[in-house]
């Protein structure tokens, strides 16, 4: 990739062109997105209060390029407190370029220096690409409630990353 990719902190003022981006990501998966741009950035705004440390945005070259949001202190009543991944979309420009494994590497640190240790996550069940990268990236499939796959994965130690 050219550029290297930037982690940093997600502000109120990023969360117009988050909302964009995640309308264009989720293009064909629309029964797992946000109806309008305008729920988009409602649902963003929620993730960012929720995930307050864990809501992240990565940039290459100045450009916001995909983000997520993953509360390090959620309650899963079988798993107990773990890292919750709720949200992590990259632009479909760049998608494959190793931007969402970085998101999801600095979510993990993020899990460790709270004393988490699973991360897990709800899937659509027709989102069969999101659910292969998962399963590549080390989650497993636990469950299934309506649409939705439930997923986890025990968070790597910094040392394995
Ligand atoms: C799912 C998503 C976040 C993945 O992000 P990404 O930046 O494309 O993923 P990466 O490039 O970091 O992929 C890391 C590795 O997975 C591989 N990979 C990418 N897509 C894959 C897929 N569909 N199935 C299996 N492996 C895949 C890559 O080749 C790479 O492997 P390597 O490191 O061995 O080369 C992105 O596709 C996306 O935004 N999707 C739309 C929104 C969405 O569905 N989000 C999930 C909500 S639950």
């Not at 629309?30 to 809501?55: D, H």
């Not at 991360?119 to 027709?126: C, D, I, R």
Request: charged share 30%; with cysteine; aromatic share 10%.
């Amino acid at each position: 990739m050219r550029g290297q990719v930037v982690i940093r902190l997600g502000k109120l003022e990023d969360i117009d062109e988050l909302a964009q981006l995640l309308m264009r990501a989720y293009q064909g998966l629309e029964a797992y997105g946000e109806e309008s741009v305008s729920e988009a950035r409602r649902y963003l705004k929620w993730l960012r209060r929720t995930c307050k440390s864990g809501f992240l945005v990565a940039e290459v070259n100045g450009c916001v390029v995909g983000f997520i949001a993953a509360c390090p202190e959620w309650k899963d009543w079988e798993l107990g407190t773990v890292l919750e991944i709720h949200e992590i979309v990259v632009a479909p420009e760049w998608q494959g370029k190793g931007v969402g494994r970085a998101l999801l590497n600095q979510a993990y640190s993020l899990g460790h220096s709270h004393g988490r240790k699973l991360a897990a996550l709800w899937v659509g069940v027709g989102n069969m690409k999101a659910r292969e990268w998962y399963k590549k990236l080390g989650f497993k499939e636990i469950g299934r409630w309506g649409e939705w796959i439930r997923m986890f994965r025990p968070i790597p130690e910094p040392k394995d990353e």
